[in-house]
């Protein structure tokens, strides 16, 4: 049974950070390029980062380039998210996505429940 769990969330003040991880089991999610996304309350879903298996590539949304930085630590199938200089509209619920095999990044077969970030201004 393939779990995504989020955590590192919580209430932060303008440029403030947080460090969001994601635990994943249930495959072997080292082979997998696996990444970030963000929804805020009535908007759609948003990309925010991914990271290639190898970690060789990640790419970033351009509303958090400069200020969150992806990471991952294979050997714990864990894929983090480092937020600075956090903006009032990083306001969301943050997604772990599990990605897709191999080196290409194909987001939505796998997603963790969530966890909120709210930055206050």
């Known amino acids: 049974q393939v779990q995504l769990v989020e955590s590192g969330g919580g209430l932060v003040q303008a440029g403030g950070s947080l460090n969001l991880s994601c635990l994943a089991s249930g495959k072997d999610f080292s082979i997998y390029t696996m990444g970030w996304f963000r929804q805020a309350p009535g908007k759609e879903r948003e990309f925010v980062a991914f990271?290639?298996?190898?970690?060789?590539?990640?790419n970033y949304a351009d509303s958090v380039k400069g200020r969150f930085t992806i990471s991952r630590y294979s050997a714990k199938d864990a894929i983090y998210l480092q937020m600075n200089n956090l903006k009032p509209e990083d306001t969301a619920v943050y997604y772990c996505?599990?990605?897709?095999?191999?080196?290409?990044?194909?987001?939505?077969?796998?997603w963790g429940q969530g966890t909120q970030v709210t930055v206050s201004s």
């Open positions: 990271i290639s298996r190898s970690s060789f590539i990640k």
């Open positions: 996505d599990g990605g897709s095999n191999g080196e290409s990044y194909r987001p939505g077969n796998y």
